[in-house]
């Protein structure tokens, strides 16, 4: 890390810059979606949010997540987001999100596999980055 970016706070883009390689859009468990992210989908579908639930949707506990394709993406990637501008709060938040908080390693983890993620910083540094952004998408 140069001089610069220790004597300020790094922003969600020194940390971070989306690749659009679709890795985060696959497997790991789908992605939750809530009633008011399956009326908006719905809505830019241009179906039923019931026929969408039924269609996109298959449950993982009491929640209901995006259906994932055989090759383990998520049934909306195609070599783009197809739902883009309505997508999941979780894909939206991608990759600030709040497992990174519980343990900072998770970060790791995820930058094994997204190529947009830098690692090469102090944890404390990510960390501070990820609570910032997410406590920003919480106002």
Known sequence: MDSN??????????IFTCEKCGKC???FGGTVVNQ??????????NIDPDQFKQKYCQPSGKKLVLAQREDGYCIFWDQICTIHPVKPHMCKAWPFIKAVVTDVQNWHIMAGFCP???????????LECVKNVIDKNAE
């Open 36 to 45: 008011k992210e399956i009326a908006e989908i719905s809505k830019f579908l």
């Open 5 to 14: 970016q220790s004597s300020r706070i790094l922003g969600p883009s020194d």
């Open 116 to 126: 947009g993620m830098r690692t090469d910083l102090p944890d404390s540094v990510i």
């Open 25 to 27: 859009c696959k497997g």
